[in-house]
């Protein structure tokens, strides 16, 4: 019975419910959106506490000279519900208004979202741009979000048994259960215990840097202590402070994003002693808001897949035109590829032969359409994108860049394009739930066995495999391995089979389809998060 099911509070600094809604950056938010959504539909008592921000993430776009630039904007939303509720909290000795915002309109669980701009504030900025600034305006963010959230909690009356933090950046709301705890009479050892038993935790990134750590002095100057002796915060998370670390300690059991990664994140995080369990929970999406419900309802069917599949192509390439003024030719081969620019996702692995790849798009055989933002402080991710850009200088009709990367584009890109493909250094891709949504659509990935693919792939069959699972320390090696088996079968495999058995590339398609839409559902994750993690 879903009623006797625990009660959650899941927190996350972004959520991608909907592209009006600019409260998101990437695959996380993505994850949150489409969780909120599935707790909405098979009616998990779940709550979501978010930030409303004001300026959202980056809107990157690109200058005549083909380089990235971000621009910001304030967003006003009329969708929001004034709860008439606001909480404080102490940030670098100051108090900070909260207020509490709640969003529920995008057939998402409640969203409760905690916004610092609000008159008298002296702070208002903290929760201005997501991702924005450095380490100390991340801990005021993570500060308002992790202690806010818990005291818009309290303030709503909602009861909570469970606390779900996705990724470290959550951790203070831990601080504040103790803080709780021990207000109350209970020792640190004591509140660390019961406080445990409340907290679960999602860790995502398997890249060492990718994980916040801070210096113990800059938690200690933010008050982000709440109370805590320097002896105690280096027992949670170590010296520098490791938010992943501190929240491995202070939660009871934690999941990694796919069962390859939960190898990974087991292999890199042995050395913390007395952390939580780290079972695997393969990610999954949203449905209703990813997949064409034609194309799985044609593939059940054994209806004409490539006919419901080209109308999503010819939507595609319109979008295209419409925003770049490249047409490209709906019979040849689309490519669709977009990621976060960062080096290890290596989008221009495709480039790295000219000898092999330039033919094939001087005749357009293969055209490519990339997509993709970099952090505002990442030059070396701006340059991956201004390499991308100038492709499409050098390659005209055949490569496009898409700017500015967000739900519209993900959306258009993993129904319309024929081979989604993603080619990151194994074993750095945590899940990555585009190919799902490509493989849904009848997209065929062409992936390295890495994040969830490994779990999905049957070579030849439903989309193909690049390499064997090959893992090297030596980024030269691994790159050369990679980019002659993506070679190979791209050309051994993938463009026979399009050019000259589209029978069996349409077989593929349903196979693609079918294989997947059940397993790779939100509604098996959520099943699994409540069997695996909250029971
Ligand atoms: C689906 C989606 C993501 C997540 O994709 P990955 O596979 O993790 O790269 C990120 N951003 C947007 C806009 C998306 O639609």
Request: net charge negative; proline share 4%.
């Amino acid at each position: 019975m879903v009623s006797k099911n625990p009660r959650v509070a899941y927190f996350c600094m972004e959520y991608g419910l909907d592209n009006r809604f600019k409260a998101y950056a990437g695959g996380l938010g993505i994850l949150a959106g489409d969780y909120m959504k599935g707790a909405k539909d098979y009616g998990y008592p779940i709550v979501g506490i978010g930030i409303k921000w004001k300026q959202g993430y980056t809107d990157q776009l690109i200058d005549a000279d083909g380089q990235p630039y971000d621009t910001y904007h304030n967003y006003q939303y009329e969708f929001l519900e004034d709860t008439g509720v606001t909480v404080s909290v102490e940030i670098r000795k100051r108090e900070i208004k909260c207020k509490v915002w709640k969003l529920d309109c995008f057939g998402n669980a409640p969203l409760y979202l905690l916004d610092t701009d609000v008159p008298g504030n002296e702070d208002a900025w903290i929760t201005g741009q997501l991702y924005g600034w450095f380490g100390e305006e991340r801990i005021a963010q993570e500060l308002v979000l992790g202690v806010g959230g818990v005291r818009a909690l309290r303030a709503l009356g909602i009861e909570v048994d469970t606390y779900h933090f996705n990724e470290g950046h959550a951790l203070f709301a831990g601080f504040e259960l103790l803080r709780e705890k021990m207000e109350a009479g209970q020792s640190f050892e004591e509140a660390w215990a019961a406080s445990r038993e409340e907290i679960v935790f999602t860790t995502h990134t398997p890249v060492v840097q990718g994980n916040e750590s801070h210096p113990i002095s800059r938690l200690l100057y933010m008050g982000a202590n709440m109370g805590l002796t320097k002896a105690q915060l280096v027992k949670l998370g170590g010296d520098p402070f490791n938010m992943t670390v501190g929240a491995l300690r202070l939660s009871r059991k934690s999941n990694a994003v796919a069962q390859l990664h939960g190898e990974t994140a087991n292999k890199m995080w042995a050395h913390v002693k007395n952390r939580s369990e780290i079972v695997a929970i393969t990610n999954a999406i949203h449905l209703p808001t990813w997949v064409d419900s034609h194309m799985i309802q044609t593939a059940e069917k054994g209806g004409d897949l490539w006919a419901a599949h080209l109308k999503n192509k010819r939507a595609l390439v319109q979008f295209v035109k419409d925003r770049t003024g490249v047409e490209l030719l709906v019979d040849n081969l689309i490519i669709g590829f977009s990621r976060r620019a960062v080096p290890y996702k290596r989008s221009d692995l495709i480039f790295s032969k000219p000898e092999i790849i330039d033919p094939l798009l001087r005749d357009r055989k293969v055209q490519l359409v990339f997509s993709g933002r970099a952090h505002p402080l990442d030059d070396r991710g701006k340059e991956i994108a201004a390499n991308l850009v100038a492709m499409g200088k050098k390659y005209p009709g055949a490569v496009v860049f898409l700017e500015n990367y967000d739900m519209a584009i993900g959306a258009a890109l993993t129904r319309g394009a024929d081979v989604w493909l993603n080619n990151p250094r194994r074993p750095m891709e945590a899940s990555g739930t585009s190919g799902m949504k490509a493989a849904m659509n009848g997209v065929l990935n062409l992936s390295i066995l890495d994040g969830w693919w490994p779990e999905a792939c049957r070579h030849g069959i439903n989309g193909w495999q690049i390499g064997d699972g090959f893992e090297h320390d030596d980024v030269e090696i691994l790159d050369a391995h990679d980019r002659d088996a993506l070679y190979r079968v791209l050309l051994e495999e993938v463009l026979p089979t399009y050019y000259d058995t589209p029978a069996k590339w349409v077989d593929m398609m349903r196979a693609s389809i079918l294989d997947t839409k059940e397993y790779f559902g939100v509604k098996r994750m959520l099943e699994e998060y409540y069997s695996l993690l909250y029971k």
